[in-house]
């Protein structure tokens, strides 16, 4: 696969990552960066995401990892071996809360294989910097992603 074809679907993914995963754009989640060696994704705080006032609920901070983790897996990617990504692991440490504070979470990918990879992500408040949960995802790519435009030019 040419570079070119590569760059193209790694920015497709990049705004899918955003806009068109129902659950991200519910949550407002932002794409700050994506690239080969870190993700950047920030949460702005919403009652509506809250488990109590000024407090997400750990299932919305869960789903940030694991968002951050596994788009750092698809950042950095070799397209050549697929594109449809699934979590197949998530593990989450609670560490502290950042009351009233938007989050920013950092993905990276840790270990690339030929069908499952490991990435690792960690949330901070966004003013405090207070790291308040880490954690690490194994995701499997195998296949291509239903109704992504390169399976639509295969037809």
Not at 102 to 127: I, P, S, Y
Not at 130 to 140: D, E, F, L, P
Request: hydrophobic share 40%; charged share 20%.
């Amino acid at each position: 696969m040419e570079q070119a074809e590569q760059e193209w679907r790694r920015e497709w993914f990049c705004e899918h990552w955003a806009h068109g995963v129902p659950f991200n754009k519910h949550c407002g989640i932002e794409v700050r960066r994506w690239d080969a060696e870190t993700v950047e994704l920030f949460l702005p705080y919403s009652v509506e995401l809250s488990a109590q006032a000024g407090i997400f609920h750990g299932g919305v901070v869960s789903a940030l990892l694991d968002t951050a983790a596994s788009g750092a897996v698809m950042a950095g990617h070799d397209f050549a071996k697929g594109s449809r990504l699934t979590t197949i692991s998530l593990s989450v440490q609670f560490l502290t809360v950042a009351p009233g504070e938007d989050l920013r979470a950092l993905g990276r990918c840790t270990r690339r294989g030929r069908g499952v990879h490991f990435a690792e992500a960690q949330a901070r408040g966004a003013v405090s910097g207070k790291v308040v949960a880490t954690g690490q995802a194994a995701v499997s790519i195998s296949g291509e992603r239903p109704g992504a435009p390169w399976t639509a030019r295969r037809l």
